[in-house]
């Protein structure tokens, strides 16, 4: 059978009614079996208050119905009803029936019988109906209740939909709405005030909008079917109401003003005082001429609420809204550091200290040039002393700035050209992080600068590893070593990289500069 997938969407001010129906138009406890037409054999029928499906098989034309009194509007209506499987299929039996539907006259809710090869009938209806995909499986986690609708002799239902049943259970309450008029809504209670949802419950399905004309409730059979679905239940309590042809005399409307710090103030032009408000930051109102005030700044989702209360009509208006003008209370940005010369010649580590509210910085390195970044790195062409300054910014984008300067000098003793940089790494004050050399193991890192490959030289024949961080701690290597080992990590980017080789005989911190 062809399957129908559909995606629901709603405007941004819609009208709905509320789930709680008011109009009754019709009720069945099944006491009065007369009010009732049976068709078939009579393994369906209504006898001892209830309407039993009595150990009868899918592809047998078995029905009960009867007329409504009236006809149910496209817009809202519910129907609900009381199920009770009574006991487990025997092996090799699944399960199909018609648990309720409501149609728009007295043909079988699916199909015709064998005698005419089970040709869809003609007649608009929404149905909910209880199905195994396998006509043998008589394993009850595998069945489930579906809806589904007819437009005239066109029959849809999505599969996506199914709510399975639960083993369990044996009682369920089903209820049907048709919450609008290409909408409808299926949701399976374990319980007599229909409360208490299984799982999987509820689902909505998209039906044709169309869909009219549904005076006649009926349970019964499920034709089409095999032979091999069977069904031993009994059904009660029918109910139907039907709000849907209540005139709706609310109309929710407002506008708003946007004023400094993030404040808004909101206007109720609904025809009703009676309102809630959704301001989209997860705060609620039920003022009738709200002021609200955002935190923080962005684009947020308005929804007005306005209740019709004589007619249990609840409307909706949405609005869309963005704030730039936020007040901002993170706490001023600040920052100090210090810069102290590494026992490595050319190298100077500036230990960087940061309060809790800063997101970014901006270094001024008193050559004319600059670099963002919290942690990062410099290297001057020449010693002399440089006014280093850092400029710090909080979430409000909020500033502050702190200067030193200092004598930045080289300890070099060859002449080969790197001697004539002088390297500043940016750190945190808390970090570790700089020069510590071991004298328990003789280790070189060359050539330093590199290009990314390098070898680690050492005395010792021990296995260690090699750990090595970005500026920013990050590990972006490790690898375990033994003597003099190759690394490979060309495909790091130029910047300066902390190296920690660690091995019983304790942790050694070496620097190594890639250059592209």
């Given at each position: 059978?062809?399957?129908?997938?559909?995606?629901?969407?709603?405007?941004?001010?819609?009208?709905?009614?509320?789930?709680?129906?008011?109009?009754?138009?019709?009720?069945?406890?099944?006491?009065?079996?007369?009010?009732?037409?049976?068709?078939?054999?009579?393994?369906?029928?209504?006898?001892?208050?209830?309407?039993?499906?009595?150990?009868?098989?899918?592809?047998?034309?078995?029905?009960?119905?009867?007329?409504?009194?009236?006809?149910?509007?496209?817009?809202?209506?519910?129907?609900?009803?009381?199920?009770?499987?009574?006991?487990?299929?025997?092996?090799?039996?699944?399960?199909?029936?018609?648990?309720?539907?409501?149609?728009?006259?007295?043909?079988?809710?699916?199909?015709?019988?064998?005698?005419?090869?089970?040709?869809?009938?003609?007649?608009?209806?929404?149905?909910?109906?209880?199905?195994?995909?396998?006509?043998?499986?008589?394993?009850?986690?595998?069945?489930?209740?579906?809806?589904?609708?007819?437009?005239?002799?066109?029959?849809?239902?999505?599969?996506?939909?199914?709510?399975?049943?639960?083993?369990?259970?044996?009682?369920?309450?089903?209820?049907?709405?048709?919450?609008?008029?290409?909408?409808?809504?299926?949701?399976?209670?374990?319980?007599?005030t229909y409360t208490t949802h299984i799982a999987g419950s509820p689902t909505t399905f998209v039906i044709d909008s169309s869909i009219a004309g549904l005076t006649t409730v009926q349970h019964g059979t499920s034709t089409p079917g095999w032979y091999y679905r069977f069904n031993n239940s009994k059904i009660d309590n029918d109910l139907i109401c039907d709000d849907g042809n209540v005139v709706a005399t609310c109309s929710a409307?407002?506008?708003?003003?946007?004023?400094?710090?993030?404040?808004?103030?909101?206007?109720?032009?609904?025809?009703?005082?009676?309102?809630?408000?959704?301001?989209?930051?997860?705060?609620?109102?039920?003022?009738?001429?709200?002021?609200?005030?955002?935190?923080?700044?962005?684009?947020?989702?308005?929804?007005?609420?306005?209740?019709?209360?004589?007619?249990?009509?609840?409307?909706?208006?949405?609005?869309?809204?963005?704030?730039?003008?936020?007040?901002?209370?993170?706490?001023?940005?600040?920052?100090?550091?210090?810069?102290?010369?590494?026992?490595?010649?050319?190298?100077?580590?500036?230990?960087?200290?940061?309060?809790?509210?800063?997101?970014?910085?901006?270094?001024?390195?008193?050559?004319?040039?600059?670099?963002?970044?919290?942690?990062?790195?410099?290297?001057?062409?020449?010693?002399?002393?440089?006014?280093?300054?850092?400029?710090?910014?909080?979430?409000?984008?909020?500033?502050?700035?702190?200067?030193?300067?200092?004598?930045?000098?080289?300890?070099?003793?060859?002449?080969?050209?790197?001697?004539?940089?002088?390297?500043?790494?940016?750190?945190?004050?808390?970090?570790?992080?700089?020069?510590?050399?071991?004298?328990?193991?003789?280790?070189?890192?060359?050539?330093?600068?590199?290009?990314?490959?390098?070898?680690?030289?050492?005395?010792?024949?021990?296995?260690?590893?090699?750990?090595?961080?970005?500026?920013?701690?990050?590990?972006?290597?490790?690898?375990?070593?033994?003597?003099?080992?190759?690394?490979?990590?060309?495909?790091?980017?130029?910047?300066?990289?902390?190296?920690?080789?660690?091995?019983?005989?304790?942790?050694?911190?070496?620097?190594?500069?890639?250059?592209?």
């Amino acid at each position: 059978m062809k399957k129908l997938v559909a995606i629901l969407s709603f405007a941004a001010c819609v009208k709905v009614n509320a789930q709680v129906c008011t109009r009754t138009i019709f009720t069945d406890n099944f006491s009065t079996p007369a009010n009732w037409t049976a068709v078939g054999s009579g393994a369906v029928n209504v006898s001892g208050g209830t309407c039993n499906l009595d150990s009868v098989y899918d592809g047998v034309y078995n029905k009960v119905y009867q007329n409504i009194g009236s006809t149910l509007s496209n817009t809202y209506f519910k129907a609900q009803c009381k199920f009770t499987l009574l006991g487990a299929n025997p092996s090799g039996n699944g399960v199909g029936a018609i648990v309720m539907a409501l149609t728009a006259g007295t043909q079988d809710y699916i199909t015709t019988d064998s005698s005419t090869a089970y040709t869809e009938t003609s007649q608009d209806a929404i149905g909910v109906v209880i199905n195994s995909d396998d006509p043998y499986d008589n394993n009850m986690s595998d069945w489930y209740f579906l809806t589904e609708a007819k437009k005239g002799n066109v029959r849809t239902f999505n599969q996506a939909t199914e709510i399975h049943l639960n083993p369990a259970i044996s009682t369920y309450y089903i209820q049907l709405e048709r919450v609008s008029a290409g909408v409808t809504r299926l949701s399976i209670f374990s319980d007599s005030t229909y409360t208490t949802h299984i799982a999987g419950s509820p689902t909505t399905f998209v039906i044709d909008s169309s869909i009219a004309g549904l005076t006649t409730v009926q349970h019964g059979t499920s034709t089409p079917g095999w032979y091999y679905r069977f069904n031993n239940s009994k059904i009660d309590n029918d109910l139907i109401c039907d709000d849907g042809n209540v005139v709706a005399t609310c109309s929710a409307n407002f506008t708003y003003t946007i004023t400094a710090g993030g404040q808004v103030n909101f206007t109720n032009n609904s025809t009703s005082a009676h309102n809630t408000w959704s301001f989209g930051d997860g705060v609620s109102s039920n003022t009738l001429n709200p002021t609200h005030t955002y935190a923080n700044n962005g684009v947020y989702t308005v929804q007005e609420v306005v209740t019709d209360s004589a007619n249990n009509v609840i409307c909706l208006s949405t609005q869309t809204l963005s704030i730039t003008n936020a007040a901002c209370n993170a706490p001023a940005p600040t920052a100090n550091f210090t810069l102290n010369a590494d026992s490595v010649p050319q190298w100077w580590n500036l230990y960087i200290n940061y309060n809790s509210s800063v997101v970014n910085a901006t270094w001024h390195w008193g050559d004319g040039t600059s670099s963002i970044g919290l942690y990062t790195a410099h290297a001057y062409d020449s010693a002399g002393m440089y006014n280093i300054c850092v400029t710090v910014f909080n979430a409000c984008g909020d500033s502050a700035t702190y200067c030193q300067t200092d004598s930045i000098y080289r300890l070099s003793h060859n002449n080969s050209t790197s001697a004539l940089i002088t390297h500043v790494n940016v750190v945190s004050a808390n970090s570790t992080a700089g020069i510590n050399q071991a004298t328990a193991t003789q280790l070189n890192i060359y050539p330093n600068p590199s290009n990314g490959n390098f070898m680690v030289a050492t005395n010792d024949a021990t296995n260690k590893t090699l750990q090595m961080y970005d500026v920013n701690g990050k590990q972006v290597l490790t690898q375990t070593i033994n003597g003099n080992t190759t690394i490979d990590a060309s495909n790091l980017n130029a910047g300066i990289y902390n190296l920690n080789i660690v091995s019983s005989k304790g942790v050694v911190n070496k620097r190594l500069v890639i250059v592209k």
